[in-house]
């Protein structure tokens, strides 16, 4: 969805979004493997029946840098705040797995469906 990333340098990414895919930083566990709980940063309809705090599964290595902080719709922290979902005109993407998630990744899922149909 980015311009970049530092997973294949030199290979240019979709630049749906402007910024770049980085590393989680040195000291973290890597890949992040497991539960953290979400920051919202602004209200999108997918996010209907999700709460600040409410918990997702991740497993990752890389991470969305978006330029505009305005694309960020929820963070999470793992050695740092990262974008664990972003926003922009009719695109959603999450760093989370929202299929591993439980109850609230489904909810998310519902929700995506529901915005798509109407």
Known sequence: LFQESEESPGAPGLGWIE???????DGVMIPQMGWN??????????????NEG???????????????????????DHGVELAAAVHKDN??????????SGPKGLRI?????????C
């Open 19 to 25: 910024g770049k895919v980085v590393r989680l930083p």
């Open 54 to 76: 409410d918990m997702f599964y991740f497993v990752h290595s890389y991470y969305g840098q978006p330029r505009d902080n305005s694309v960020i719709a929820a963070t999470t």
């Open 37 to 50: 709980s979400l920051s919202i940063k602004h209200r999108v309809e997918i996010f209907d029946g999700i």
């Open 109 to 117: 899922l519902k929700n995506f469906v529901r915005s798509t149909i």
């Open 91 to 100: 695109l959603f993407a999450t760093q989370f797995h929202p299929e591993k």
